[in-house]
């Protein structure tokens, strides 16, 4: 069964459990997609109404855009999973000669790649979140602005979570062209995320 075909009470089960996975990868995804459906929730909520008819384009152009990121960021709570599972794998295979224990390096390798881009896709994610997010801010009905706010703090909280995942595959890469570009390209998504999160944060402070 997908993670996300699981009830609430159920997948929190798997995730408190001794289970390896699903684990922090899947949570930050999990939060990201939390964030923007909050996002959307706002656009519904403005769209339609006659006190915000001068936005009704925008709020309908952000439902479009959350709608999917929404949708791909829940995909990336089973994609994270799914990877983390090859990496699992490799420990099975055979290590009883010198080809076998070569070819499980090798495996090993390429797991670990996958189990970094998975991550690293829920951090490119969540900062085009936080761009849409912050699109509609002041030109959404206001009585739903703290939900933005909270919007802002989930994707902020998936990105960091999501970066600790990459960082913690990429400490058992061999192939250091790799590891520098994925943590060059991680830290230019932090710089660039966290704080338009902490702006939409205080933005969101002045209005509520």
Do not use: H
Not at 116 to 143: H, R
């Amino acid at each position: 069964m997908k993670l996300t075909d699981m009830q609430v009470r159920e997948f929190m089960t798997v995730l408190g459990s001794d289970e390896p996975a699903p684990g922090g990868g899947s949570a930050s995804a999990l939060a990201g997609s939390m964030g923007i459906s909050l996002t959307k929730m706002v656009t519904e909520l403005t769209i339609g109404k006659k006190k915000y008819l001068e936005f009704e384009d925008i709020a309908k152009e952000t439902r479009e855009e959350a709608g999917k990121l929404q949708a791909e960021l829940l995909d990336a709570i089973d994609k994270d999973t799914e990877a983390f599972n090859e990496v699992s794998a490799v420990f099975s295979m055979p290590k009883a000669t010198d080809d076998e224990k070569a070819a499980r390096r090798s495996a090993m390798q390429q797991a670990l790649k996958g189990a970094t881009k998975a991550p690293f896709d829920i951090m490119v994610k969540c900062v085009e979140a936080l761009k849409v997010t912050e699109s509609i801010i002041g030109k959404s009905n206001t009585n739903a602005a703290s939900d933005l706010g909270v919007a802002a703090l989930n994707l902020k909280s998936a990105l960091q979570g999501a970066w600790l995942n990459v960082l913690i595959n990429l400490s058992g890469i061999k192939d250091e062209e790799f590891v520098n570009d994925y943590k060059q390209k991680g830290t230019a998504l932090l710089e660039e995320g966290c704080p338009l999160a902490d702006k939409i944060y205080e933005e969101i402070l002045k209005i509520v």
